[in-house]
């Protein structure tokens, strides 16, 4: 069987070497275990950089805002096809100007899952189609790939692209019967006492080192809220309520938007499960408005236009 | 979020409707009184001596 | 120099002892990671770690410190004026320090304390607090202290430093403030020879377990505009989402903004971290930004570190090895990688030939 | 240890409108405490952090020169938070100044050389200091021929109209004003850009003679390589920079160009101190 790095090698090459685009992005061997970093390649002969396995969960979408090339190639697994989508429907990049490489995706590895499952530092790590290995001095640790997923990929039951130009392999089955929302659920059964305090806990760590917001491929902003000055929307030192407005508006802006790619959760350098944030606002676009972020490039958005049959009463 | 229910509410109203908006305004402000002060989103900050 | 020997018991009742006049700052773990906080009384440092996830930069240098405080109720004599917000600090120790983030102070130092204007919130806390770090039995594999003018048993910036032995900890005294802090704590045994060899050993083991390298020994040399231009930025630069996680992780890093914020009609003027990763750090108020795309602020970040820092102050890189960068940038960007592309950087043959 | 972060306390004694267009303004301040003007002893070429409670501060070159007594003068472009809220402030108001700060032109350097001034727009503030210094009678003979090349879009940009008229009328220093453009007929200055201007106006190069310059960045970029043209070596063109700061000490980081702060090593570099560092202004 051919691996998905070879045929995104040989897509590359032949994309390039044909002219079809100009540069393929995607992702190169990382230089610690478990952590590959988005790349491009220009040329046919520097394909053999591109790598695939299950440590490229980064969102490449965010590498293509406003780019101004006129044939890109992407790699894209099923969220970030979806954030393709969206980008396209936001005006961030046209279709014409992307060739997508499309990966069907089994999930990816949420590295600090493994990392708590070994009794030490983890120096080396090997895959096959449905186990990791993780390697450190002294112990060897073999998981089920199903195990150490991301939460999000987990919950995935979008995973093959939704657009491509192409196809790195065979369309994987996609997850029946997921119960996407049971950490919302929780929280909403909550009393609001109970939720201040578990949103206080919950982002108690936060450095405001903004990782979340850059890592996702929705906040694309030449000036974000938290930046403005005049007026200045929310304090930039660490209170509490600053923190709070910061991650609370974040996820609203992202509002019918987000595809639960995880990227800003992976990017957390603190480990702060801002997800839930975003999910609760997907669960009530699922709910309210039957609408899923970035699955088609012919429907407008659930915020974006109105429709005679609105569950809200308010607004009639 | 953790906002008390009724201290942030939602209408839609014309800029036709003004008995409408006097009675929205007057029953938000009779809701949010009744609630109390707000003691979430409030930061404390130095006072000067 | 010398060198006591502290058994376990000695340890926790010595900071007992000490926590009666030291304000005591150690690792404590919280939910998944390490990090260091004023400990609660009676609690210990959780030394069983290898390094906290963030740096603890914080404990001198607060992530949000008031500078001056305000008032602007006309109705009062001293409306307008800013006054000095003194943060008052008894003396403290943090315990357990890494070898590489006490080095790293003494760094940042050359910033806040030069011969004609000296930063006194930074200074106030620093002086203020005596420095125990532990040394490194087992460096994590991201390491590369012994290369970045650090290493794992590394004295400077620190007042006492321990080896863990086991059984029992050998301490070396290295200043007076670390001298008076092992009184207060009650530590004089002397350590027996076998403890100071065992220390040595300890020291020795931990540098030859550092398998990650730098070379920075042509930094110095190359002229800086020729790195500035170098080709590999773009390349560099690339995968960057231009978030503050490296700068806001790192020990040496000491970059501020300062913000007033008001409440009512009083209201404080604050010292936050910057990052140089963020757009708005250099934007002009005319819409003109110096380092307007993320290629700027990503050499920015790399020659501050490792070019103009080490042309101004001579003092090596501005970088310890600690790792932190490398193992939480969510996009793999890794400092060492681009040290080592920095130094072999050469304009090109010619530019060498020349006599 | 003195807190270089705390302002001295100062009241806005004059506020004056500079320009048709009322974004320039011009205020003069004087100290509450008569004891911090002598603290506040400046060389003509820095500046100082303004600084407004609640606001913020913001770096600023100082107009008034070390020889004018018992005030000191701003003059302020109307473009951000703090200085738009300066803009709404009145004589009687009280603030804070820090500084002084930075470096200044290289006065010692320049003794007994020529001088060429040559100025655009509202970056005229430390080139007045640097004027009504040099044209003091206790320093006038310290100099030899003092040229100025100003310019502004339109005679309503430009700066301290009258002292550039008393200038004019004066024997000692010789004016070359200029504007963009102008449909005032009694217009009697010179009407066209400045770099235009320097090359028919400046006096020859030489190691005798040096130009300062201070302007916004598109004339600073078409005058230098008039300057190159005419002769003027690298290291006797002065230049004032401006980036984003908020320290003024050279430690929070943001205003470098290369190794050295703006702030702090500069805002004065000579051309051949730039061309050894990346241009990051």
Request: proline residues 6%; contains cysteine.
């Amino acid at each position: 069987m051919t691996s998905t790095t070879e045929i995104l090698r040989e897509t590359a090459a032949r994309l390039l070497a044909s002219g079809a685009v100009e540069m393929v992005i995607g992702f190169r061997q990382g230089t610690i275990p478990m952590m590959n970093e988005p790349c491009f390649v220009r040329k046919p002969a520097e394909a053999g950089l591109l790598v695939w396995d299950s440590h490229c969960g980064i969102n490449l979408a965010n590498y293509v805002t406003d780019r101004k090339e006129k044939k890109i190639g992407i790699v894209a697994k099923g969220c970030d096809s979806r954030n393709l989508v969206t980008h396209i429907l936001e005006n961030k990049i046209r279709r014409e100007q992307l060739v997508v490489i499309g990966v069907p995706c089994r999930g990816m590895a949420d590295k600090r899952k493994i990392a708590m499952k070994c009794p030490g530092e983890i120096l080396r790590v090997h895959e096959t189609e449905t186990a990791i290995t993780a390697e450190g001095e002294g112990f060897t640790r073999t998981f089920e790939k199903a195990d150490v997923l991301q939460h999000n990929c987990s919950l995935c039951t979008h995973r093959n692209p939704v657009i491509h130009d192409e196809l790195a392999g065979e369309p994987v089955e996609e997850q029946q019967g997921v119960d996407r929302y049971a950490d919302v659920r929780a929280v909403e059964a909550m009393s609001p006492e109970q939720r201040w305090k578990y949103f206080e806990d919950l982002l108690a760590p936060c450095i405001r080192c903004y990782a979340c917001r850059n890592a996702c491929p929705l906040c694309y902003c030449p000036t974000c809220f938290v930046d403005e000055s005049r007026p200045q929307w929310v304090g930039k030192g660490q209170d509490p309520v600053d923190v709070r407005t910061f991650h609370f508006l974040r996820a609203y802006h992202c509002a019918g938007r987000c595809t639960d790619c995880g990227a800003c959760e992976r990017a957390c350098p603190v480990g702060i499960n801002m997800r839930l944030f975003t999910k609760k606002l997907e669960k009530d676009c699922l709910e309210l408005f039957g609408w899923e972020a970035g699955l088609s490039l012919e429907v407008r958005p659930a915020l974006d236009h109105y429709r005679p049959n609105d569950p809200n009463d308010f607004i009639r | 979020m953790g906002i008390e229910p009724g201290r942030l509410q939602f209408s839609w109203i014309s800029s036709a409707e003004s008995t409408k908006f006097v009675t929205v305004a007057a029953q938000v402000t009779e809701a949010v009184r009744a609630l109390g002060p707000n003691t979430r989103f409030i930061k404390p900050l130095a006072e000067v001596a | 120099m010398r060198m006591l020997l502290i058994d376990r018991r000695a340890w926790q009742e010595g900071l007992k002892r000490a926590a009666g006049q030291y304000g005591l700052i150690g690792p404590v773990k919280e939910k998944e990671f390490h990090s260091f906080r004023p400990l609660k009384p009676g609690e210990m440092p959780d030394l069983a770690f290898q390094n906290s996830r963030l740096s603890p930069k914080h404990v001198v240098y607060p992530q949000t410190e008031p500078m001056f405080a305000y008032t602007l109720d006309e109705a009062r004599e001293d409306r307008h004026l800013l006054k000095e917000v003194r943060r008052e600090i008894p003396p403290r120790a943090v315990v357990g320090i890494r070898p590489c983030d006490a080095k790293a102070f003494v760094l940042v130092r050359l910033n806040f304390d030069t011969p004609d204007v000296q930063d006194p919130y930074w200074l106030r806390a620093y002086e203020a607090t005596t420095f125990i770090g532990l040394g490194c039995n087992a460096p994590c594999s991201s390491c590369f202290c012994t290369t970045a003018g650090c290493g794992p048993f590394h004295e400077e910036g620190l007042d006492l430093l321990l080896a863990d032995l086991g059984e029992a900890f050998a301490a070396k005294v290295l200043t007076p403030k670390g001298e008076a802090f092992a009184r207060t704590a009650g530590w004089t045994a002397e350590a027996p020879a076998g403890a100071q060899s065992a220390f040595q050993e300890r020291a020795r083991a931990a540098e030859g377990r550092i398998t990650s390298f730098v070379q920075t020994d042509h930094l110095k040399s190359i002229p800086v505009n020729d790195l500035y231009n170098a080709p590999f930025w773009e390349e560099v630069s690339f995968s960057c989402i231009n978030c503050g996680t490296c700068t806001y992780s790192c020990p040496t890093c000491w970059c501020f903004d300062i913000q007033d914020e008001t409440r009512g009609k009083s209201g404080v003027r604050l010292r936050l971290w910057d990052s140089c990763m963020y757009p708005l750090f250099t934007l002009h108020g005319s819409g003109h930004n110096p380092r307007g795309t993320k290629l700027h602020r990503v050499r920015q970040r790399f020659m501050h570190k490792l070019k103009y820092f080490v042309e101004k102050y001579d003092r090596g890189i501005q970088c310890v090895g600690c790792g932190r960068c490398v193992r939480l940038c969510p996009v793999n960007i890794d400092i060492r990688r681009v040290c080592n592309m920095m130094n072999g950087f050469a304009v090109s043959g010619e530019a060498c030939a020349i006599p | 240890m003195r807190n270089p972060y705390q302002p001295y306390p100062v009241r806005i004694d004059a506020v004056t409108v500079e320009t048709e267009d009322r974004n320039l303004k011009t205020f003069r301040f004087t100290f509450l405490d008569p004891g911090d003007e002598e603290r506040f002893a400046y060389r003509a070429g820095q500046f100082a952090e303004l600084s407004i409670a609640g606001k913020g501060e913001i770096p600023i070159g100082i107009a008034s020169s070390p020889t004018e007594k018992g005030f000191v003068m701003f003059t302020v472009n109307k473009v951000g938070l703090v200085s738009s809220h300066l803009h709404t402030m009145r004589a009687g108001d009280v603030m804070g100044i820090r500084g002084p700060l930075g470096n200044w032109y290289p006065w010692e350097r320049m003794e007994g050389k020529n001088v060429v001034i040559i100025g655009g727009g509202f970056a005229f503030t430390t080139l007045r200091s640097s004027i009504v210094y040099m044209l003091d009678p206790q320093n006038r003979g310290r100099f030899g021929e003092i040229h100025v090349i100003y310019g502004a879009r339109t005679p309503g940009m430009l700066l301290y109209r009258e002292e550039l008229a008393a200038w004019e009328r004066r024997d000692d220093i010789r004016m070359h004003i200029t504007v963009d453009a102008t449909n005032d007929p009694g217009w009697k200055y010179h009407v066209g850009f400045v770099p235009a201007i320097t090359e028919k106006k400046a006096p020859p190069a030489g190691e005798d003679t040096f130009a300062i310059i201070c302007g916004p960045p598109i004339m600073i970029k078409f005058t230098l390589p008039v300057l190159e043209k005419l002769g003027y070596p690298n290291d006797r063109i002065i230049m004032s920079l401006e980036n984003r700061m908020k320290c003024g000490i050279g430690m929070c980081g943001r205003c470098n160009i290369g190794k050295e702060f703006v702030c702090k090593d500069g805002p004065v570099f000579t051309l051949e101190q730039l061309n050894r560092t990346p241009r990051e202004y």
